[in-house]
């Protein structure tokens, strides 16, 4: 059983407008790391998921080492859940394209029951095999809920998705998954995302300014680093020994937009995490309750609408999150511009 009492109700302004200004051109890079991704991703532990996602037997604590981010994510997912339910749909259909070890996909599920949606189809992919296995072992007891048809399946991205046309309520797309996909298929990946999508898609991506990550690992453990841009390439050393080398692009606010704008309406588009990371206290270090905290996070919030949407600031958050809808919803788009 589910508390769904947990499940936090958080206002999110979304609204603020965005540029559909596009004209980045990307060159072509080798996609030699494909393999690479889904090894690094199978071989990680037991741990990535408590370090990717916090907790995972509390999906909605959003205590993980993005939980601003990931906040702010819940809030424009939540919001499109309950939207889609208020207007009297019983049904929805999920599509979670690189779920790894399928946390947000379950957070979906869940707040779909608990809102009373009666059938609830919901699919998840990724490339690695290890991550699917711990998707269907976390989601046992949530994939015999009453109504609920949750799979998970080892799948490509850069391939032809089975769904049919317009039949998927709500695709996601978080985090690294489209970074590792070669820049040159982006174009025929985001044309199938819009088949398939006849409601919203959202997505988040890292930015070029972004802070460096270790993607399996917290950045303490990294001994090396290096990301080749003009191949999109990233290779790591962690202080256990491991060697990871794996394809990763890091986008434009622009760039990002301009896949996705000729086939969705572009509701937002912003940066996630400008400050947070950067200026709240780490308890490893900083005293626990230090004097004052409270005030800088109201700061740190407001400092957060205010340049979230602003170009000389959005690709120096820690990432892009984009929301988009299909043209033929029948709500009336929010067309959107970027604040300078």
Not at 9 to 30: C, E, I
Not at 153 to 180: G, K, M, Q
Not at 237 to 258: K, N, W
Request: contains cysteine; hydrophobic residues 40%.
């Amino acid at each position: 059983m589910f508390d769904h009492d947990s499940i936090p109700a958080r206002k999110w302004a979304s609204n603020l407008p965005v540029s559909h200004s596009a004209g980045h051109s990307v060159p072509a890079v080798d996609d030699e790391a494909t393999d690479d991704v889904a090894d690094i991703y199978n071989q990680a532990g037991d741990d990535y998921v408590a370090y990717a996602d916090g907790d995972p037997s509390q999906p909605f604590a959003f205590d993980g080492m993005h939980a601003y981010a990931d906040r702010c994510v819940w809030a424009v997912l939540e919001k499109k859940l309950t939207d889609l339910r208020a207007s009297g749909a019983s049904s929805v259909r999920l599509l979670d394209a690189g779920c790894g070890p399928g946390t947000w996909l379950s957070r979906l599920v869940i707040r779909a029951h608990a809102l009373g949606f009666s059938s609830i189809t919901a699919r998840g992919f990724d490339i690695a095999q290890a991550q699917i296995q711990r998707a269907r072992l976390a989601t046992r007891n949530l994939s015999s809920l009453p109504g609920v048809n949750l799979t998970f399946d080892v799948a490509d991205l850069a391939d032809r998705l089975p769904e049919a046309d317009a039949s998927v309520d709500l695709t996601l797309c978080l985090y690294s998954a489209l970074s590792h996909l070669p820049v040159a298929r982006l174009p025929d990946i985001s044309k199938e995302i819009v088949r398939v999508t006849s409601g919203y898609f959202i997505t988040t991506v890292r930015p070029i300014g972004s802070t460096p990550t270790a993607f399996v690992d917290s950045i303490e453990k990294v001994l090396r680093l290096r990301q080749d841009h003009v191949r999109d390439r990233c290779e790591i050393d962690l202080s256990d020994g491991r060697h990871i080398a794996f394809s990763f692009h890091q986008f434009t606010a622009v760039e990002l937009l301009s896949y996705f704008a000729s086939g969705f309406d572009i509701e937002d588009l912003r940066g996630l995490d400008l400050f947070h990371s950067r200026f709240m206290p780490d308890p490893r270090w900083n005293p626990i309750c230090r004097p004052g905290d409270s005030q800088l996070a109201d700061e740190l919030a407001r400092l957060e609408n205010a340049y979230a949407t602003s170009s000389k600031f959005m690709d120096r958050a820690t990432h892009l999150l984009l929301v988009a809808r299909n043209r033929r919803a029948a709500a009336p788009a929010a067309r959107v511009v970027v604040s300078t």
